[in-house]
Each structure stands twice: as structure tokens, then as C-alpha cells.
């Protein structure tokens, strides 16, 4: 059975970092590409990263560029998003995803198993 479960959220000070984790279960993380996504209250999900450990490669969404840092380990199985410089805006809930095949998708119909999410809120 497909399993993620993300970790690592929390209460951050403005110009802090944190990192989470994807933990999959179910499946090797070399068949199956991983998102990341966020909604924050009111507004719509967004895709911030993905990862394809079978070919080494990374997406990130134009607006997630340069403070956002995803990596895989495949031994531990797992996917993290290292978060730097947060902003109060970054507060939303993040869901890591597995894609149907182990490139990464253009779109969020192309992840089929989904995370319960971790909240993640940045105030002082």
C-alpha cells in the first residue's frame, strides 16, 4: 500500500528555515517521481518542487526558485524541501505527492497518492 507522511512543520520566525520530510512507504522512490505542494487558507494548492530520483533531476515552479531546496534519499526512502528566508506568506499546509511514473509531471493530475499534509506557519 502507497504511503507518504510528511514531518517536519512548525512554528517559524520570518527569515527562519525549516526542512521536512516525505516519508514513502509502499514504494521505492526510483519509480515514482515526488511533489511538493502547499494551499494556504482561501486559496488554491500550488506546486512548489519535484523530484525524480530514477533520473536525477528537479523542478521548481518559477515562484519557489531560490529559497526552496528539494533532495531524495533513497536509502531512508524519503524526500525532503529544505525551506530558507520563510516569509509570513509561506504559511500553508505542505503535502508531499508520488507521481504515476518516475518522471516528474507537468501538472498536479499526474500525482495519484497523496500525503496528509504538515503545517507550516511563519509568524513572530
Known amino acids: 500500500q502507497v504511503q507518504l507522511v510528511e514531518s517536519g512543520g512548525g512554528l517559524v520566525q520570518p527569515g527562519g528555515s525549516l526542512r521536512l520530510s516525505c516519508a514513502a512507504s509502499g514504494f521505492t522512490l526510483a519509480y515514482r517521481a515526488i511533489g511538493w505542494f502547499r494551499q494556504a487558507p482561501g486559496k488554491e494548492r500550488e506546486e512548489i518542487s519535484c523530484?525524480?530520483?530514477?533520473?536525477?533531476?528537479?523542478y521548481y515552479a518559477a515562484s519557489m526558485k531560490g529559497r526552496f531546496t528539494i533532495s531524495g534519499d533513497n536509502a531512508e526512502n524519503t524526500v525532503y524541501l529544505q525551506m530558507h528566508s520563510l516569509k509570513p506568506e509561506d504559511t500553508a499546509v505542505y503535502f508531499c505527492?508520488?507521481?504515476?511514473?518516475?518522471?516528474?509531471?507537468?501538472?498536479?493530475?499526474?500525482?495519484?497518492?497523496w500525503g496528509r499534509g504538515t503545517q507550516v506557519t511563519v509568524s513572530s
Open positions: 505527492a508520488a507521481a504515476r511514473n518516475t518522471y516528474c509531471p507537468g501538472s498536479s493530475s499526474g500525482f495519484d497518492s
Open positions: 523530484i525524480s530520483s530514477r533520473y536525477g533531476t528537479t
